[in-house]
């Protein structure tokens, strides 16, 4: 159903190598981007969601921050499995394919965050153009509320009782016209 990526960087790499998780013509692609994992899902090599993410300056980044991303199989899914740290808290996350047709993807990303922060705001935001909105939906499951600002979306827990916060949500991307 998928392909595995290569996660691995060699000893004389300064910086780790982008990861891929396909998905037939789909993929969610992670870019390496100043101390962190940025990530986008893409149709062919077209990013349509792109998340923004923050620089260690933040106290609490646009996105959840992730230094580490491997891809592994799971019974016949490869899944990608990341991790990373900032101040006192430390990220998580899984991205796993749940269908795809040649016309569309599911992809279910699932975030937790461990906080010993009073004041914690962990989230994933993503870069939504308009001229995207037709191939893309964004399902938050009920531990996740959404907020949108036209050219961006946000996704944050519900519970704002830690020390332990997840957030879930569905990306459904459609093949693009003409592609």
Excluded at 83 to 106: L, M, Q, R
Excluded at 153 to 171: F, K, M, N, Q
């Amino acid at each position: 159903m998928t392909q595995p990526a290569d996660a691995t960087t060699g000893p004389n790499d300064a910086l780790p190598q982008d990861v891929r998780l396909c998905i037939g013509n789909f993929a969610v692609h992670f870019h390496w981007q100043m101390d962190r994992f940025c990530h986008d899902v893409a149709f062919g090599d077209h990013p349509l969601l792109k998340s923004v993410e923050g620089t260690g300056e933040d106290v609490w980044p646009a996105s959840a921050p992730l230094q580490q991303i491997s891809v592994e199989s799971i019974g016949d899914r490869c899944v990608a499995l990341g991790v990373g740290a900032s101040g006192t808290s430390h990220f998580s996350v899984s991205v796993e394919p749940e269908s795809f047709t040649d016309n569309d993807c599911t992809i279910r990303f699932e975030w937790a965050c461990r906080s010993k922060a009073p004041s914690t705001d962990p989230r994933s935001t993503y870069q939504w153009p308009a001229e995207h909105r037709s191939l893309i939906d964004i399902a938050p499951e009920s531990s996740t509320r959404p907020d949108t600002d036209g050219a961006s979306i946000c996704l944050r827990p519900t519970s704002e009782s830690g020390p332990t916060y997840v957030w879930a949500y569905r990306v459904t991307v459609r093949r693009p016209v003409g592609e």
